[in-house]
């Protein structure tokens, strides 16, 4: 019996059956928009093995960035964290270290990430409240002591300041005796992802891309083992964007950083290499794994075709994954450790490079060290007790997610082909067409829930009556901002104003003219104990600030 | 006088809180309108230079009147801004969201701004808008913005009793072509190209003087980049001359008359629908109806 | 005539997904909506209180700083001689909602409220004293 005939059976069985006893859905759609068929087999894809699939290792890279994938090493186990004085997060940091993770990920305030002191007006309330408060290059000494930046990785959640971030890591790394070249992590630096979801922009897109194309040559020159940009789909889909719209916008949003890198003398095998992603993952553990696979594979050919990469690294999707804060509920938070696993399952399943997992508290606080433990744990248990890191691509050539590979990467081309024809990522973003897709996904995912169609356990189904929600809340000081002013003070007291004037000068005029890259004159300001704020200052002076479109 | 003696005098010394009361009482269509629009109307008013500003959402109204009024503000002028949004007519509720991109400027006290949910008046223009530029008048404002999203329908009456109409569109999206077709281009007195930093932005600016020149009386052609602050003094000093010189020859004096004869109107078609309505029953027939009613009105009003 | 609500941002945060779903949800309910945008001091939010003649203020705070913010918010309206209705919404653990209420909120919901529970708060305050 052939494929064909099989198949014929099998569909009049099932309309018979299905007459009988109704299925529990009439139809069973992806939050994507894309329906899921009751069964998929060899017929539903046309995916050619050696140029779609390919080998791990290999291009198209569908199957994964290395030969071996994590029969090597894991992946970077990365929790994010950080709040109140650089000194608490440091002890966090050490503790983390302890238990076994690989790599560090720094969170900053609100007022560092829009670069503002802790004296600011503004920072009222915030101060050390989302993540750590970082001033001056005092800060960072204390936020990273008695830790060997040769030793570990450090990916620090910044883009408006990035480039001021990253010039104080490496002042760090040269006061205590480290060359640049030697230190490896990332800075975020998207800022288009900013205007779209996250909301911690300064600049308009311009001067923006500017200062990120400065970091991304500077990199490229000097720090080899440094990921200037990490280009975040994480918080599009956050904000309510579908796994089409998330990779989709990203991918717009690095064709737009890669445009702007490619107007200096630079090739693109030189720096493409360097740029690397970070995307969600959610509950749909079939979708977010094709997602990844999809992913992979677009940005290849993008990469190749587009830009006439030449080398294997320019071409390779290399990406960091957190599983879904979004996805979360306060109620019965226990739950929260079950939905991580089966995101966290996703993003291994999917390749991940490095991975965050959430703590099961963080819809009612910031995590607290308990919680933090449960999290890590659960990579761990993915790692060592699970069997999927133990072969490549475990779920290559299932039928169906080689189906939803393929029809996931045909809507994410579609959809950056109408981006491109809007005159690409800016143009979409400063017309709000981003923003508004997102809003309304948004929109579409909170009707679902309200009306009951889309089952979120213990929310509105599986509800308990009498919830108790007494359980440790980690909470910051609020008199850390006291110290963090004070701590400003005695930087600005101690160090030698003609020479910090100076050089904030000095960068007023750099940043005036486009040809010069800023890097250099910021390190500068940097060592000669110039604050965040003041740095930041000087450049609003020179580029303004950005202000956003109105949509809904 | 009257019980409204404490908030008029509070609206003559620019009182944010009695101009915002007196509006919410304008809003409100209850008798304690009567008492207030008398007092108001029997004050007097600095004819303050009314400025229409319409075009197509994404177009950038909003920012232009920000930074309009914010090259107004650093020369100590007082600027009201009311902006028109339209209402959702399945829940009758409204997304109000032009303030955002004029935030910035404040906090500010020579800066009042008004959101308005535009609840599909009769005739197109809205009485409540009318009435609450006669309280920024009063409180002796020196501009006044009127902001009204969409193009087509009921927002051009509106902007047509503007002592200046200002046309606000950007480059690429053909709007110039969908102004001409709707004969919105003739009434307007100044037509802004906004964000003339985009590319080929030039070719949009070219093709809007070409239409321009098409025109009985063109108006005159603005290129503006906001985001540059580009122009935004040329565009004000182009609104000023304009209601200059419609002031020195009397038009904007009969615009006014309109603008009062238009509300007149107004009133008496949303005053007498109610009465109206409840008049007809299902079994006659309506063309009749109506007429037998207006005669009836008609013979009434007459006979006094 | 629906009463008007602003929705608004005080702080830093900018992550304005729950905000934006609130607004849409009133509007959906019938009532007109102010948006301020992110990043609003409690001035800035005050004075578009006043200005919009508002019914209802709904404020929202995900970075922790609402203690800090939504009194000191609610401290610049009442300045103003205004009282509207103020609900505050956001991640708000339940010891801090109880503080909140005692300096100036007359609402308070905690993480993970439906935007329909807001709706219901103002029909209720409608209800009993409008």
């Known amino acids: 019996m052939g494929i064909e005939e099989g198949k014929g059976k099998w569909s009049e069985l099932y309309t018979k059956h299905i007459q009988k006893h109704a299925e529990r859905q009439k139809v069973f759609a992806l939050d994507s928009g894309l329906v899921l068929d009751p069964v998929y087999d060899p017929t539903n894809t046309k995916t050619d093995y050696e140029s779609d699939l390919s080998w791990p290792g290999m291009y198209p890279f569908t199957r994964g960035v290395q030969p071996n994938m994590y029969r090597g090493r894991f992946w970077t186990m990365r929790q994010y964290a950080g709040f109140g004085t650089a000194k608490e997060t440091n002890e966090r940091f050490k503790y983390l270290l302890e238990q076994g993770q690989t790599g560090l990920s720094v969170a900053f305030d609100l007022p560092t990430q829009i670069g503002y002191d802790s004296d600011h007006e503004l920072s009222l309330g915030e101060v050390g409240k989302v993540g750590v408060a970082i001033d001056t290059v005092e800060d960072m000494h204390a936020l990273f002591d008695g830790i060997d930046l040769s030793k570990v990785s450090t990916s620090m959640t910044i883009n408006a300041p990035g480039a001021v971030l990253l010039a104080m890591y490496i002042v760090v790394g040269e006061e205590t005796g480290l060359d640049r070249k030697v230190l490896s992590g990332t800075i975020q630096n998207d800022i288009l992802k900013e205007y779209v979801a996250r909301g911690t922009y300064i600049f308009p897109p311009k001067p923006s891309l500017r200062l990120i194309a400065?970091?991304?040559?500077?990199?490229?020159?000097?720090?080899?083992?440094?990921?200037?940009?990490?280009?975040?789909?994480?918080?599009?889909?956050?904000?309510?964007?579908?796994?089409?719209?998330?990779?989709?916008?990203?991918?717009?949003?690095?064709?737009?950083?890669?445009?702007?890198?490619?107007?200096?003398?630079?090739?693109?095998?030189?720096?493409?290499g360097q740029l690397s992603f970070f995307f969600a993952s959610q509950n749909n553990l079939l979708e977010e794994v094709a997602k990844f696979r999809a992913a992979r594979r677009l940005w290849?050919?993008?990469?190749?075709?587009?830009?006439?990469?030449?080398?294997?690294?320019?071409?390779?999707?290399?990406?960091?994954?957190?599983?879904?804060?979004?996805?979360?509920?306060?109620?019965?938070?226990?739950?929260?450790i079950i939905r991580v696993t089966?995101?966290?399952?996703?993003?291994?399943?999917?390749?991940?490079?490095?991975?965050?997992?959430n703590s099961y508290d963080e819809a009612l606080s910031l995590p607290t060290e308990e919680a933090v433990k449960v999290a890590l744990r659960t990579q761990q248990i993915i790692a060592y007790e699970s069997g999927v890191a133990d072969t490549v691509d475990p779920l290559g050539g299932s039928y169906v997610i080689e189906h939803l590979t393929d029809d996931l990467e045909k809507e994410i081309e579609k959809e950056l082909d109408a981006i491109n024809k809007m005159g690409g990522a800016v143009a979409a973003i400063e017309s709000g067409y981003m923003q508004k897709r997102i809003a309304e996904s948004a929109y579409k995912y909170y009707k679902g829930v309200a009306d009951g169609e889309k089952v979120i356990v213990g929310v509105n189904k599986f509800q308990e009556p009498q919830e108790d929600q007494s359980f440790r809340v980690l909470r910051v000081d609020p008199k850390i901002r006291e110290e963090q002013i004070q701590a400003i003070k005695n930087v600005k007291a101690k160090r030698n104003n003609d020479k910090a004037e100076k050089s904030l000068d000095l960068l007023n005029k750099a940043a005036k003219d486009e040809n010069e890259n800023l890097m250099p004159l910021i390190i500068d300001a940097v060592k000669n104990r110039c604050t965040l704020g003041e740095i930041m200052d000087t450049l609003r002076d020179v580029f303004g600030e950005y202000r956003p479109p109105v949509v809904f | 006088m009257g019980k409204y003696n404490a908030l008029i005098n509070g609206v003559k010394k620019g009182s944010q809180a009695a101009i915002a009361q007196s509006i919410s009482i304008i809003e409100k269509n209850d008798d304690d309108r009567l008492e207030l629009i008398k007092a108001l109307y029997s004050e007097e008013s600095c004819n303050t230079p009314l400025i229409g500003l319409t075009g197509f959402g994404g177009a950038g109204k909003s920012s232009l009147v920000g930074a309009l009024a914010e090259v107004l503000l650093k020369q100590d002028k007082k600027v009201g801004i009311m902006a028109v949004d339209p209402t959702s007519p399945k829940s009758g509720g409204s997304l109000l969201g032009d303030r955002i991109r004029?935030?910035?400027?404040?906090?500010?006290?020579?800066?009042?701004?008004?959101?308005?949910?535009?609840?599909?008046?009769?005739g197109g223009l809205s009485p409540i808008l009318m009435e609450s530029v006669k309280v920024l008048e009063v409180a002796g404002f020196n501009y006044i913005f009127l902001e009204t999203v969409g193009i087509g329908q009921s927002e051009v009456d509106i902007t047509h009793f503007a002592d200046v109409v200002v046309l606000v569109m950007s480059p690429g999206l053909g709007d110039e072509i969908q102004f001409l077709k709707g004969g919105i281009m003739e009434i307007a007195d100044v037509l802004v190209m906004n964000k003339m930093d985009m590319p080929n932005a030039n070719i949009s600016l070219a093709?809007?003087?070409?239409?321009?020149?098409?025109?009985?009386?063109?108006?005159?052609?603005?290129?503006?980049?906001?985001?540059?602050?580009?122009?935004i003094d040329?565009?004000?000093?182009?609104?000023?001359?304009?209601?200059?010189?419609?002031?020195?020859?009397?038009y904007v004096e009969k615009l006014r008359m309109e603008r009062s004869n238009a509300l007149y109107q107004a009133w008496v078609m949303q005053m007498l629908r109610p009465i109206v309505d409840q008049r007809y029953t299902s079994e006659e027939i309506p063309y009749v109806a109506a007429k037998s009613i207006a005669d009836r009105m008609r013979r009434c009003i007459d006979d006094r | 005539m629906g009463k008007k609500v602003i929705v608004a941002k005080p702080g830093l945060d900018g992550h304005d997904r729950q905000a934006k779903v609130i607004a849409r949800v009133l509007k959906d309910n019938g009532y007109d909506v102010v948006y301020t945008g992110i990043r609003q001091t409690p001035s800035q939010i005050a004075q578009t209180v006043l200005q919009e003649s508002a019914d209802v203020v709904v404020l929202n705070n995900l970075s922790g700083a609402h203690l800090e913010l939504f009194p000191e918010t609610v401290r610049k309206i009442k300045e103003l001689g205004i009282s509207p209705l103020m609900i505050g919404t956001g991640v708000i653990p339940a010891e801090d909602q109880e503080q909140l209420l005692n300096n100036g909120l007359d609402v308070v919901f905690g993480p993970g409220t439906p935007p329909q529970k807001i709706v219901e708060a103002i029909k209720e305050w409608e209800n009993t004293t409008h």
């Open chain 1, 342 to 357: 089966i995101q966290a399952l996703s993003a291994v399943l999917g390749g991940t490079q490095s991975l965050h997992t």
């Open chain 2, 234 to 250: 040329l565009l004000l000093k182009t609104i000023d001359e304009v209601y200059e010189n419609k002031r020195s020859t009397g």
């Open chain 1, 300 to 336: 290849a050919k993008i990469m190749k075709n587009e830009y006439g990469a030449q080398s294997d690294k320019a071409m390779m999707l290399r990406f960091h994954t957190q599983t879904a804060g979004s996805t979360l509920t306060a109620q019965q938070p226990l739950n929260n």
């Open chain 2, 102 to 122: 004029l935030q910035y400027l404040f906090p500010n006290n020579k800066l009042f701004f008004r959101s308005f949910a535009n609840k599909g008046a009769l």
């Open chain 1, 214 to 272: 400065d970091t991304i040559e500077f990199c490229a020159k000097e720090m080899p083992k440094w990921n200037p940009i990490s280009i975040s789909g994480y918080h599009i889909r956050e904000a309510g964007a579908n796994a089409i719209e998330e990779i989709a916008f990203t991918f717009a949003n690095a064709k737009a950083y890669v445009d702007e890198v490619l107007k200096r003398s630079i090739s693109v095998d030189d720096f493409a």
């Open chain 2, 207 to 231: 093709a809007l003087e070409a239409y321009s020149r098409l025109l009985d009386q063109p108006p005159t052609v603005v290129p503006v980049s906001v985001i540059a602050r580009q122009n």
